[in-house]
């Protein structure tokens, strides 16, 4: 679920035979991108950002900022929501050597290849599993929760989009950001970053505080939406990292 800014790859470029051949070919022989492809094809309710791209180290100043944060030689609890295919998950690892650190998403070819990864160099401390929510977590078990570039639909930048219902509700972002604040500890760290909704939108951000604004840069921007899910033009968010108040 976890996408690079503002490109959502989901079909190959070239030729229309060209096209066609490497779809079928990525269909046949790509777990993850034959899960991908499922949710775009048939979403399932209450899911968000369908896409996988991602990239290793994505978010060094934020990250970098999160670790000083807390400090980085301590065994923290942190979750990945939205981890892909796990580079997030191998990126924190660099940033907080002690901590326990698990990824979920939603697509069980991303979670395949994330435990594959995982496999070939074993960490007790390094877990994954596909889940679509933290429903299952419990509450007050994390010192961190990094949700980047998850709570949003990247077909949400294509030209002429006016509301967002279609694809992503704002009652089910609001849902997923009250249970991120139930399964935070007290002063527990919330990192969010290309969402389509702003936290202080949502009724559980009256629960944070914003420790973090990062201004966008280059290439397009994330839209925002309201809690009406119509978009906001010209409105941008930098704010990123949030505190859970005590």
């Known amino acids: 679920m976890t996408v690079s800014d503002g490109s959502d790859n989901a079909t190959p470029s070239g030729p229309a035979p060209l096209r ?9 022989c790509d777990p993850s991108f034959r899960s991908m492809m499922r949710l775009i094809w048939w ?8 896409f996988n791209d991602t990239q290793p180290d994505r978010y060094p100043v934020i990250f970098k900022f999160v670790a000083d944060q807390l400090g980085s030689g301590r065994p923290f609890d942190i979750l990945s929501f939205g981890c892909a295919t796990g580079e997030e998950v191998f990126s924190l690892r660099r940033y907080f050597p002690l901590a326990r650190i698990k990824g979920v998403d939603i697509n069980p070819g991303n979670i395949a290849a994330a435990r594959a990864r995982l496999a070939a160099a074993p960490d007790d401390r390094l877990s994954f599993a596909v889940a679509a929510s933290t ?3 419990p509450a007050a078990s994390y010192d961190a929760i990094f949700c980047m570039a998850v709570l949003r639909h990247g077909s949400l930048a294509e030209p002429g ?5 279609h694809l992503l509700r704002f009652e089910d972002v609001a849902r997923a950001v009250g249970d991120f604040h139930r399964c935070l500890k007290p002063g527990g760290l919330l990192i969010v970053r290309h ?14 505080e914003t420790v973090l604004s990062v201004p966008m840069r280059g290439g397009k921007k994330t839209p925002i939406f309201g809690p009406d899910n119509r978009l906001m033009p010209g409105v941008a968010d930098p704010e990123t990292v949030f505190r859970k108040r005590t």
């Open 161 to 165: 989009v006016e509301r967002c219902d």
């Open 43 to 50: 979403p399932k309710r209450g899911a968000f950002q369908p």
């Open 195 to 208: 969402s389509n909704f702003r936290l202080r939108d949502i009724p559980a951000g009256a629960h944070f």
């Open 20 to 28: 066609a051949a490497r779809l079928v070919w990525r269909l046949l």
């Open 135 to 137: 429903a299952d977590e």
